[in-house]
């Protein structure tokens, strides 16, 4: 186990000097915080004169997210233009607990996210302005928690999501080796797969768009 570990580790770096070895601009590893934001639209069911009827609902969130990036120069365009690959892992989380008499509701979900997008970076002075789009992919774990006075049941299923991203952003080079990076990062849900016991559901192109402002630091090798 620890040599294919070790295998996987020099593999990686090996790819990335390779990629690397026609771009003036080092490597850099990436580490922000932010907070995603998104309106989306779900529906109660009721029922009327013995007819069900959906009643749509709009809700609006921010929650919090940790994102690890690596960023890899491939070759330089111009002067003042070099085109790079970002590889990226965003970690988010929401919360929500809801009570009323006797009925309580406890709600989690937590995604990983993983971004594959190539980057066109400007050079000028000491500051680089960014701006790439690309693929990310990964699942979504939710979990419900619902009590009604002595009865308890908990729900769990787990969604897999393939978005596109878009990012425009901006860095600003402290030193040698550390900078201050701040960026915007849009998602548009691409295809979403879900199976809950009997239950599948595929969909695509059905969620609103999210939008992940992000601050942090970069270091570059």
């Not at 406890?106 to 190539?118: D, G, T, W």
Request: hydrophobic fraction near 40%; proline fraction near 3%.
């Amino acid at each position: 186990m620890h040599s294919l570990q070790r295998s996987v580790f020099v593999i990686f770096f090996t790819i990335i000097s390779v990629l690397n070895l026609s771009a003036k601009e080092p490597v850099g590893i990436t580490f922000q915080f932010g907070a995603i934001g998104s309106e989306k639209t779900f529906y109660n069911s009721t029922t009327i004169s013995g007819e069900t009827v959906a009643m749509p609902y709009s809700k609006t969130s921010f929650n919090p997210d940790i994102h690890m990036g690596v960023n890899i120069p491939v070759f330089d365009i111009s002067d003042i233009c070099f085109f790079n690959i970002d590889l990226g892992y965003d970690f988010l989380w929401d919360y929500s607990y809801g009570s009323y008499s006797s009925y309580q509701q406890e709600a989690y979900a937590l995604s990983h996210r993983f971004s594959i997008q190539p980057q066109v970076t400007f050079v000028k002075s000491n500051f680089r302005f960014f701006l790439g789009t690309g693929i990310t992919f990964g699942p979504e774990i939710y979990r419900y928690k619902v009590s009604v006075k002595e009865s308890k049941s908990n729900t769990d299923y787990t969604t897999f999501n393939i978005l596109w991203n878009f990012t425009i952003g901006a860095r600003y080079q402290l030193g040698n080796h550390l900078s201050i990076v701040a960026d915007v990062t849009f998602f548009v849900n691409l295809f979403s797969s879900c199976k809950y016991d009997d239950y599948k559901l595929k969909a695509s192109g059905s969620s609103a768009m999210e939008f992940l402002p992000k601050i942090g630091l970069m270091y570059q090798f």
